[in-house]
Every structure is written in C-alpha cells, then in structure tokens.
C-alpha cells in the first residue's frame, strides 16, 4: 500500500531585490504580515514587469526600424518611364522569425536570461514557464479571440497557405523537437547546438516558400504584361518581379486617391487641407503592419503612452501654412554621395479654380561639399486628368544655382464649368545633372530621390446641382386622384 505524503516545505530565499524580512520557520508571521509581505511583493513584481515591457518596447522599436530598411530600386513602368521606388531590404518571413520572433517574446526572454544567470544556467521555476506558457497562450487564446470576435456574418481568410501550412507543421515538430532534446538526445540539458541546427533549417524552409507563391502570383495575374518593369540589372529584374514590395508602392499612391476622394464625398464642406490630412492618416492607418507595431501599440496603450498611430496622426495633421493644400508623405530620408534632386512635398492638393500650380523641387547637396550647378527635366503625365482639358501639358528644365535650394514648377489647372469627379495628374523629374560651378567640364555624381514624382489632385468646384421641391406647400383636392 502505498502513502501519499505532502513535500517538505520549502523555506523562502532572498530575491534579487527584496528580502525575506525574517526566519519564516522559526518566526511564522502573522495573517497580517503576510498579506503586508504580498501586497509588497506584488507591487514590486507589477514595477518589474512594467520595467521588462518599456525595455521590450525599446528592443521592439529598434528591430522595426533595422527590418524596415529599404534601398531604391528603378523601374520602368509600362509607358516606358524610369520610376524610383523603395522596396524592403528583409524579407518579411525571413524577419518574422529571427527578428520579429525575438522581439515578440522579448519579456519572457528577458526574464528567463535573468534566471538563467541567477541559478547559475539552471533552470529555475519561472524561466520554462515564461516560454511554455508564452506559446501555450499564443496557441490557444489568442486563436480563440480570433475566431470569438468575428462579427456575425463576416468572415476571414488566410491570405498565405503556403506560409500558413509552413508554420504550422515546424510550429507543431517544435514540440516534439523539444521532447526529443530534453527526453532522448541529451536529458535535461540544452546546447546551443540544437539551435544553430534547427533553426537555420526552418529559415531556409520559410523563405523559398513565400518567394515561389510571389511568383506564381506574378504569373497568373493577367494584367501583368510581359516586359512591364525593367530594371537596370538582370538579378534587379528578378527581385522586382517576386517583390511584394514594388507593388506596395503603387497601392499606396490609389490608396491616397481613394480616400481622398471617399472623405470629399463625406465632407463636402470641409477644407481641402483638412480633408487630405484625413485622407492620410487613414491610408497609414490601412497600410500593413508588422508584428512589431501591434506590440509596440498594444504596450504603450497599456502604460497611456503615446502610440504610433497618434505619432502618425500628429505628423499626418501638419500645417504647412502656403496657397497650395500639400500633403507631405512618410518617406525615410536616404544619404549618397550624390545630389539628390527630389519633390518636396510630393502630392499636392488644389481647386480646379486655383490658375496656376506651383511644385516645389529639391535640391539636396548635403552630400557634396562642392560648390555646383544642378539641372533636371521635367515633364508631366495624364491620369484621370486629360491634358488640355484639365491641365495645360508642361516640359522643360530647372536649374539650381550654387545658393538654391528650392525651384518652382508652374502649371495651369484649366477651370472649366463642368461637374465632374476630381481627377489626378502626375509630374515627373528625368535626366538629372551636376557640374562644378568653377569648372563646367567637371560632373559631380547627381541622382533622383525617392520623390521623383508629384502627384497633383485637382479638386472640382463646379456644382453638381440642387434637388428640390418647387414649394414647400401644396394644395391638392381630394378627389384630384393623381398629383404632380
């Protein structure tokens, strides 16, 4: 017959920061004291973890911006035109499970790392705890509010099988992967060398599997022409054609033209400056965001910090007080040894009654220390906006002398009588070219920046019509049977 008997108590040790206060075993506290000792230890504990969660915002934010880094990549679009555009250096699988992964489950990193090295690299009672029960939780609740807060009638789909079946068969081996280590290859021990062999594997596994559903994407789309983008390098090409991130690009400037449009519908009488600073806040609020932005907004909402949509929202509501409404986008600043000659703002915002239009073009030579002469071509493009009709059609060229930063480009909106939808046209920068101001045969690198092109919408003043009665009031006998 067999006795179950209890464990022996275990004594209390001093912690890394507060103490035991007192013998436990040979001076038992008092029901008082214990709920003293508790209301102390839980306050110091919720300090720590709010201490943990602002250095895991830090870590969070950091690892954003290194995989949000982007390089300029020039294509050609179908009317033949080279366009600059930014696409992401990390692949989004690859950074989701290094980086991402590592920034995510920073607190209950921390705090394990922090126990490994007080137990002197055992494991202690809080560390595999902290990772178990990090992905027991990510497994079951999480997906449970998934499914729970779906509206009635709506629905939600994966948009990546591929990738989906992918983390789920290497999220399910990790499991068993685990037991294998610690029951069967090496018993209650954990090498590096577990780590460095599986987890490059998984990687390798990962990545291959998104780039060949980008592809097939690319393919199957019927739109796609053959030869729409050229690039300037045969592996550039390649990259642009499986990059997600070109297409972005594109979807972000009709995002903007979308809104805009939507918020003038819903705000007719709002001022045009005000209606684009909505029309951009919303396009960021829309855009994707990573896994570090929803745990860098989930954090901070929690400690009433600022958030960075209300970061977006401050810097989408800027004034910047001249005639023309200009919407200035979120574009990250790019350093070469080169003059940059870029739109500064690059979208524009006037009433179809404004005359003429005036573009502002940059001329960076932060880069250069000497003194030069900078010319650049321009010329515009029709969108939804017709040449003549709209807009008077512009081309020529711009000079920079050693002193100015800044050029005019006018353009006259034509004002016409006619209702219609507002409309958009394009500008483009080509060919720029630098010279040293006291040798004109000496060239000085120059290149377009990432704004190299101005988007300008036109707004419609004309009015649409009034719909009304003739009176307010009307008389009508009872046996008139039909009224009009």
């Not at 306050?43 to 880094?69: C, K």
Request: net charge negative; hydrophobic share 40%; charged share 20%.
């Amino acid at each position: 017959m067999l006795e179950d008997k209890c464990s022996a108590v275990k004594p209390c040790v001093p912690g890394l920061i507060l103490p035991v206060w007192g013998d436990p075993i040979a001076h038992p506290p008092s029901f008082a004291t214990k709920i003293l000792k508790a209301a102390v230890y839980l306050v110091a504990m919720m300090y720590l973890f709010l201490g943990v969660s602002i250095v895991a915002d830090r870590f969070m934010a950091a690892i954003e911006v290194i995989t949000s880094q982007e390089r300029e990549l020039t294509i050609v679009n179908a009317n033949g035109e080279p366009t600059i555009v930014l696409v992401r250096i990390w692949n989004e699988t690859v950074s989701n499970l290094t980086l991402m992964a590592l920034g995510s489950s920073a607190p209950e990193i921390l705090l394990s790392v922090i126990e490994i090295f007080a137990n002197n690299f055992e494991a202690g009672d809080l560390g595999p705890g902290t990772i178990v029960g990090s992905a027991a939780f990510n497994l079951f609740c999480i997906v449970a509010i998934c499914i729970a807060v779906i509206p009635s009638g709506e629905s939600r789909r994966i948009e990546r099988n591929d990738v989906f079946w992918v983390t789920v068969v290497w999220s399910t081996f990790a499991y068993v992967w685990l037991y294998l280590i610690l029951c069967v290859f090496s018993p209650n021990i954990v090498e590096l060398t577990w780590l460095i062999d599986t987890h490059p594997v998984w990687v390798d596994v990962s990545w291959p599997g998104e780039k060949s559903t980008a592809i097939n994407l690319h393919v199957d789309n019927p739109d796609q022409k053959s030869g729409e983008m050229l690039l300037d390098g045969a592996e550039d090409h390649k990259q642009a054609l499986i990059d997600p991130n070109i297409v972005a690009f594109q979807e972000h400037r009709s995002r903007f033209i979308r809104n805009f449009q939507q918020m003038r519908l819903e705000h007719p009488d709002l001022p045009l400056k005000q209606i684009g600073r909505m029309a951009t806040f919303k396009s960021l609020a829309e855009a994707p965001k990573s896994r570090a932005f929803r745990r860098v907004e989930a954090t901070r909402q929690l400690t009433a910090a600022c958030t960075p949509t209300k970061r977006l929202q401050s810097a989408s509501s800027i004034d910047y007080g001249n005639d023309e409404d200009r919407i200035e986008p979120l574009i990250t600043s790019d350093r070469t040894s080169a003059v940059k000659i870029s739109f500064k703002p690059s979208h524009y915002i006037c009433a179809e009654d404004v005359g003429i239009l005036k573009l502002y073009v940059k001329c960076d030579r932060s880069a250069v220390q000497i003194p030069n002469i900078v010319t650049v071509n321009y010329y515009s493009v029709p969108g939804s906006a017709k040449e003549h009709e709209d807009f008077e059609p512009c081309r020529g060229s711009i000079t920079f002398a050693p002193d100015q930063d800044y050029q005019e480009i006018h353009i006259k909106i034509v004002d016409n009588d006619v209702y219609e939808f507002d409309e958009e046209f394009y500008v483009r920068l080509t060919t720029p070219k630098a010279i040293v101001a006291t040798n004109t045969s000496e060239e000085v690198p120059a290149e377009l920046g990432t704004a190299s092109e101005a988007l300008i919408i036109i707004v419609d003043d004309d009015h649409g019509g009034h719909f009304g009665f003739g009176s307010q009031v009307y008389r009508v006998n009872e046996n008139e049977g039909y009224f009009t």
